[in-house]
């Protein structure tokens, strides 16, 4: 993998060859990466795995039409070959009034800020395994567990360059450190599997091994012996590492190009209450050791904190420079960018701010109705807004948790389930969107 100043050059050096060979215009990226993973199962070694990978994309503009292509080889004759051939796609290529680079006013200038995403910490595979073993070990030691899937650790490190031809070059690196156990609880048909895991930008943010693995063979075991709940509507209530799948289909729907496309649920609803008034969902960039922290988007802007939703309203577009000139509006920060493409939209550090009642106080008043810790299928329909998803979890009787459910459907459409939505107040951060336990009332519900 290059270093930082040797993976802009590259992008610089390639920007070049394209002006030689006839672009008007263009941009190029280099994506590295490297990492190194260990799993071992029922406390032996299971699998060792170490890669590599860099490569490299221009995308090119030749009278009003674009061309993208990629290469793993960074050699300066491959080059050559790449800004050649991306010159002679875009001559063929129909023109689109809509592309081209973010306007040169908006791009970053002076240094990148430095995030502090990079960890220097290096774990040999000796070290990975011992982290993996740990895990696994706690799960397995939890009464009820009696197989395992495996305990894992990996460590890697990724680099992103951006040069454009009118005057953007930048790079940043960012490192990753994860510890995981999956096991299984229970015998024969009642066998119940469930995991946990956390993910940190330095080695010494992760939560001890013991901790993960704890929480791997505890939530196994709470799952053994599921029953049916009946059909019909009723309050659910979902555990923080769904719940952010939520926030996830409302990111989605805020796309610019699905706006353009008018292929969104949120259609023509810009700057609307879509949520009771104390809820605020954040977007930041700029998070130190930030999981989604980037410095500058994929087009070469600046990034920055924003609100997505403020007391309730949604406050806009996430847009590239291509979206937005659809939408006669300006870019907003929001680019990513592969090594073949061109941009497109996402988020960063997003987190659904807590409410005030502890997630007991939340299923206080809750006679019966259902809390749900899995979510199975893609049954969410990014165009209407309907929402059915397959789940487990449990049932809430009197305001309690009482046992673990299996099979059943939540179903409703997310614009009535955003505006009935709560939050609790246990937030906790470390998934790139965060939320903490949300309850939405009315929901339907099919099981016997």
């Known amino acids: 993998?290059?270093?930082?100043?040797?993976?802009?050059?590259?992008?610089?050096?390639?920007?070049?060859?394209?002006?030689?060979?006839?672009?008007?215009?263009?941009?190029?990226?280099?994506?590295?990466?490297?990492?190194?993973?260990?799993?071992?199962?029922?406390?032996?070694?299971?699998?060792?795995?170490?890669?590599?990978?860099?490569?490299?994309?221009?995308?090119?503009f030749v009278g009003g039409a674009s061309a993208s292509i990629g290469s793993t080889d960074l050699g300066d004759a491959a080059l050559d070959e790449l800004a050649s051939r991306a010159v002679a796609m875009a001559r063929l290529a129909p023109a689109d009034k809509f592309a081209g680079l973010a306007a040169e006013e908006l791009l970053l200038r002076g240094e990148a800020l430095d995030l502090d995403l990079d960890d220097a910490t290096e774990r040999s595979p000796a070290e990975l395994r011992r982290l993996a073993e740990e895990a696994e070990d706690a799960a397995r030691a939890?009464?009820?567990?009696?197989?395992?899937?495996?305990?894992?650790?990996?460590?890697?490190?990724?680099?992103?360059?951006?040069?454009?031809?009118?005057?953007?070059?930048?790079?940043?690196?960012?490192?990753?450190?994860?510890?995981?156990?999956?096991?299984?609880?229970?015998?024969?048909?009642?066998?119940?599997?469930?995991?946990?895991?956390?993910?940190?930008?330095?080695?010494?943010?992760?939560?001890?091994?013991?901790?993960?693995?704890?929480e791997a063979g505890e939530r196994a075991v709470r799952r053994l012996n599921p029953g049916r709940v009946k059909s019909g509507p009723m309050p659910v209530v979902f555990d923080p590492r769904v719940a952010n799948s939520l926030v996830g289909h409302l990111i989605g729907a805020m796309s610019g190009?699905?706006?353009?496309?008018?292929?969104?649920?949120?259609?023509?609803?810009?700057?609307?209450?879509?949520?009771?008034?104390?809820?605020?969902?954040?977007?930041?960039?700029?998070?130190?050791?930030?999981?989604?922290?980037?410095?500058?988007?994929?087009e070469g802007l600046p990034t920055g904190p924003r609100k997505l939703v403020d007391a309730g309203h949604i406050t806009g577009w996430l847009m590239d420079a291509a979206a937005a000139r659809q939408l006669d509006a300006m870019p907003t920060g929001h680019a990513s960018r592969g090594s073949s493409g061109a941009p497109h939209v996402t988020s960063s550090n997003v987190v659904l701010q807590p409410g005030s009642l502890t997630p007991a106080e939340l299923m206080a008043d809750i006679?019966?109705?259902?809390?749900?810790?899995?979510?199975?299928?893609?049954?969410?329909?990014?165009?209407?807004?309907?929402?059915?998803?397959?789940a487990s979890g449990f049932r809430i009787v009197n305001g309690e948790l009482a046992g673990p459910i299996a099979e059943f459907t939540?179903?409703?459409?997310?614009?009535?389930?955003?505006?009935?939505?709560?939050?609790?107040?246990?937030?906790?951060?470390?998934?790139?969107?965060?939320?903490?336990?949300?309850?939405?009332?009315?929901?339907?519900?099919?099981?016997?």
């Open 1 to 60: 993998m290059l270093s930082l100043a040797d993976a802009r050059e590259r992008c610089e050096a390639l920007i070049q060859r394209a002006r030689r060979a006839g672009a008007e215009a263009g941009d190029a990226v280099y994506v590295g990466s490297a990492s190194e993973s260990v799993s071992v199962r029922l406390g032996a070694l299971e699998d060792v795995e170490r890669s590599e990978s860099e490569s490299v994309g221009l995308r090119v």
């Open 142 to 214: 939890i009464p009820g567990v009696t197989n395992s899937e495996g305990g894992g650790a990996s460590a890697g490190r990724g680099l992103f360059a951006l040069a454009t031809s009118h005057g953007f070059s930048g790079a940043y690196a960012a490192s990753s450190h994860s510890v995981s156990a999956s096991v299984v609880a229970g015998e024969g048909s009642t066998m119940q599997r469930d995991y946990s895991w956390r993910s940190t930008r330095h080695a010494a943010d992760l939560p001890s091994p013991d901790v993960i693995g704890r």
């Open 257 to 298: 190009a699905s706006i353009a496309r008018r292929a969104s649920f949120l259609l023509d609803r810009d700057g609307q209450k879509l949520f009771d008034s104390a809820i605020t969902i954040t977007d930041n960039p700029l998070v130190q050791r930030g999981m989604r922290s980037r410095p500058f988007d994929g």
């Open 367 to 390: 006679a019966d109705g259902v809390y749900v810790t899995e979510l199975i299928g893609h049954g969410v329909n990014s165009v209407t807004g309907d929402y059915s998803r397959g």
């Open 410 to 448: 939540v179903a409703g459409h997310l614009i009535e389930m955003f505006a009935a939505l709560t939050p609790a107040n246990d937030l906790e951060i470390y998934r790139g969107i965060d939320s903490p336990t949300l309850r939405v009332d009315g929901m339907s519900i099919a099981g016997d």
